[in-house]
Each structure stands twice: as C-alpha cells, then as structure tokens.
C-alpha cells in the first residue's frame, strides 16, 4: 500500500451487515491513542490514487489488549466513500486516521450531573456505545439514558452489545429505541416532538433540569438543531469549557 501523511494501513478483520445500507467494520492493524467516544478516519484511495477521507465514530472502548477499532456505517449510494467502505471484504486493506478527535467523551460530563441523556439519531449511537463500554471511564451518574432514533426496526443495531450494557448498569441505564417509519412496539416520531411531549421522560422514568441533566446528542444535524430548542426551554445550556453547561452534540455532516 502507498503512503499517505496522516494515515496508517490497516486491515479488515471482521464485518457485520446489519441491513441492505447499514454495516459494521472491524480493523486491525492501527495504532491508536483515542478516549471512548471519539472519532478517527477512514479512507481509501480512489481510482486516480487519490485518497477519499471521511470522519467515523470508534463504537468500541479502547481496549490494552489488542488494535481492534470498530465502526459503524450507513451506505449513501451517491457518495463518494461509503459505497466503497461497503464493498469492503474481510483482509483488505484500508487507511485509518492517526490522530482522533471529539468531545463527546466521559471527561466531559460534570461529576455532579445525575442524569446523563445520550440522544442519538441511526449511526450517532457508535460513540455512545463506546463511551458506556469504557470500563475506566464508566459513567457515575445514577440514571442514564440511551436514546436511539431510527427510521426502521432493522436499523435498531447492537442489540447484543445493548443487553449486555443494560444488565451490566443494574438498572441505572435505560435504552429507549424510537423508530419513525414503520409500526413497532417502541416509541414513534423524532427525538425533539418526544421532548416537547414527555414522552421521553415517561418512557425513561427520568426527567432533564438545567441542575440534574448533562445530554450529548449525535447524528443527523437537523435532530441536533431541532432538539437544542426544547433542551434550552428546559433551561439547559451548550456547554463551554470556561462555563460548564449541561449539552454537547457532533454533527455527523
Ligand atoms: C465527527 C463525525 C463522525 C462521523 N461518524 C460517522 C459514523 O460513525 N458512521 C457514519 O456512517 N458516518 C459518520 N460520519 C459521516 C461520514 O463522515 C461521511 O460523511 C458519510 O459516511 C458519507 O460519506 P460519503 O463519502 O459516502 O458521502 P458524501 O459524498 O460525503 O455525501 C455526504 C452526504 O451523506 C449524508 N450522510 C452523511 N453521513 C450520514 C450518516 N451517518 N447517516 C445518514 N446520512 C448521512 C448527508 O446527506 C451528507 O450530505 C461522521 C461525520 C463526522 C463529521
Ligand atoms: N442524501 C441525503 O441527503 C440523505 C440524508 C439523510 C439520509 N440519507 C441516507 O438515508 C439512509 C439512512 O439514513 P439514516 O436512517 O441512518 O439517518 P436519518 O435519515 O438521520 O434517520 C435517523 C432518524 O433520525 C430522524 N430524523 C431525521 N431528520 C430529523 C430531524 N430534522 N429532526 C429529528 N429527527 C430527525 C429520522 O426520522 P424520520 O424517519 O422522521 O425522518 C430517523 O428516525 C442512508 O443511506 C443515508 O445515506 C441521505
């Protein structure tokens, strides 16, 4: 493989195919130094030899043991990279970023915030992930909330990883699923329309205030920019690092 600055080689090890769009990688073979919740590259040269890049969340912890890095991706038929990423078998190669970046991580969130909410629209549930499997950095807060909107039942990923976290947080972790465009036993609609009606809340057990509440959001930035009114209704605020405040979000594009 070429050299390109700013990426290492890597290797497909495994790959999970959740739906006709959505998909999992696992790579071996890079180094790096990332805390639970954040993002790296991925990338693949296109037939000019020119490298495509695009940003992914690492869905697991860091692991001592081995170089594992798994990723979560949706298909966008028309883009550049993804479809690629999808063609992608088990011993080939890919480029992996060197660095990683990203805020949504447990250092962030105030010890004194009770309630952790993590909203999260289709692939914005990688990070989150990662952050509740982080043995170090697990969460203290007494109640946390695991919101996971997606358009159909299938995209619904994870499910293993999710039981596993839920019985492991003995009761303080709640998942509520939401799916927006077919009839299923969860919760119906999008993510700001169930705050605005507490339906949230209900179905979590669990209310937001500016004291209590600490929620980072991911995903479709649209949900983001939607949500950030009825959080800031509630009183919650964008947290700055020199202030504090209670919401921190990534916007995937
Ligand atoms: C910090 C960060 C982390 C990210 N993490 C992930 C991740 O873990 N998994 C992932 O699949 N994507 C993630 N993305 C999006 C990713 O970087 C690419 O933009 C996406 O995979 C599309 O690349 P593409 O080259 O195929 O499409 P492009 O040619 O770049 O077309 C992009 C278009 O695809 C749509 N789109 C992009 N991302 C998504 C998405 N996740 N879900 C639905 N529609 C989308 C938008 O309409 C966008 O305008 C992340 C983005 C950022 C900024
Ligand atoms: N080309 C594009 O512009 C574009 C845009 C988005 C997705 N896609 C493609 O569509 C496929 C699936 O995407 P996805 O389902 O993972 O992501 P998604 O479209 O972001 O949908 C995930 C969830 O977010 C909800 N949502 C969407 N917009 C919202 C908003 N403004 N406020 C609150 N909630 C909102 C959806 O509800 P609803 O069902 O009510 O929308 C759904 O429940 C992928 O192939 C992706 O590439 C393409």
Redesign the pocket.
Known sequence: MLNYPGFQSATVAQRTDWTS?LFSLRISGAKLDFKAGQFTKLALPDTSGQLISRAYSIVNAPMSTNDMLEFLV???T?GQLTPNLQQLAIGDSIYVGERANGDLTGDIVPKCANDLWLLA???GIGPFLSLLDDIHLRPRCENIVLVH???YQA?LVYQYLIKQLVAFYEGRLQYVP?V??EESPYLQG???ELLENEQLFEQAGVTMTPEQSFVMLC??P??IK?TLAPLQALGLEKYRAASGGNIVYERYW
């Open positions: 769009e949706v298909a966008n028309d629209t289709g692939t909107a997606v358009r995209d939401i927006s465009r999008r993510i700001p995903g479709n649209e949900m939607s």
